[in-house]
């Protein structure tokens, strides 16, 4: 049975969300290109990605878990991740679980990887600048 108690050497003080710098990990999930049709889509695909990110980095282990834990997420960090403001019901909107999940299980999960990779390993000039559906690669 997993515990409850954190890692030995991790930090259990609480993060202020608004001071973090996130400006790097927005652009580089930005980068990643959409296969929605963009008309009528409420939701930006980097803010889908970077809910989806925050929710898993706090606790969510699957993808019903991930739109619950979205709907934590505090209002000034969905701003920043740029969330769309719902004037109607005075604050930012979250997605629903049923986006998440559809949107999540379209993308090609081979893009972020090459771009995170690319990000923490800049050196890597060997790897393929883009990745199509079934994984094939075009061009260095």
């Avoid at 890692?7 to 993060?15: A, K, L, V």
């Avoid at 990643?32 to 049709?37: E, Q």
Wanted: charged letters at 20%.
């Amino acid at each position: 049975m997993p515990s409850c108690q954190p890692c030995p050497g991790m930090s259990t003080e609480p993060i202020d969300c608004e001071q973090l710098d996130i400006s790097s990990l927005l652009a580089m999930l930005g980068e990643i290109p959409d296969p929605r049709n963009t008309k009528g889509a409420i939701y930006s695909l980097r803010y889908i990605l970077s809910t989806s990110l925050v929710s898993t980095m706090t606790g969510a282990k699957h993808l019903s878990e991930i739109g619950r834990w979205a709907m934590r997420i505090p209002q000034p960090l969905l701003a920043r991740l740029g969330a769309p403001y719902g004037h109607f019901l005075g604050r930012y909107r979250v997605p629903s679980e049923k986006t998440i999940r559809r949107v999540l299980q379209a993308i090609d999960i081979a893009v972020p990887f090459l771009m995170v990779c690319r990000g923490v390993l800049p050196a890597t000039a060997d790897l393929p600048r883009q990745v199509g559906r079934g994984g094939r690669t075009a061009g260095p």
